[in-house]
């Protein structure tokens, strides 16, 4: 029943905020040839898909943590994205084809080792990933690992249609942000 959920909003979503995509992405042109891009992350199962992004950061920014990565190297417009969560838009079409959920833990890179070892452990990786869950209403970030792969295991274990839509809800509303660079 999710995964109709999922399908329905990412849907509707990508209709009702793709001239905000269109927008963007020439916006985005006047500081870079791609707005778009694709980086691999681990899924369900651990198995490796593409991630949509918009790109908030200069082409040339090493494929690391989000809290890694010096507020530097991101493009000026990038900064705003990541702040009104809008660099979020493109990954309604991961939602579409069924790589994420809307709800689940955010999916990590393959060189994130402390934190892959921490969900493993957790069992996180039996669901697939997705745009908000509770670590991101509650501002838990990756430079947490242990305790963002407790909140996803959390958040897994206690799953319902209700906290579904809640955390659906608050995200769309402003709740929480996204990984925080490096200063």
Known sequence: MIRLFDFIFSLIGLLLTMPIIILISIA??????????LQKRVGKDKKPFLIVKFR?????????????VSKSALNPFGSLLR??????????WNVLIGNMSLVGPR????????LISARD???????????????QINCIDMSSPDLL?????????????????KYVFLTVFGKGRGDNVSL
């Open 28 to 37: 985005l042109l006047t500081e870079t040839r791609k707005p778009l891009f």
């Open 56 to 68: 908030t950061m200069s082409e040339e920014t090493t494929s690391i943590a989000t809290h890694l």
């Open 83 to 92: 702040k009104t969560k809008l660099d979020e838009l493109p990954q309604l």
């Open 107 to 114: 999916p990590n890179l393959f060189n994130q080792e402390e």
């Open 121 to 135: 452990s957790l069992n996180v990786y039996s669901v697939k990933p997705g745009i908000t869950g509770l670590a």
């Open 149 to 165: 792969a407790k909140t996803d295991a959390a958040m897994i274990s206690n799953m319902s249609f209700h906290l579904y839509f």
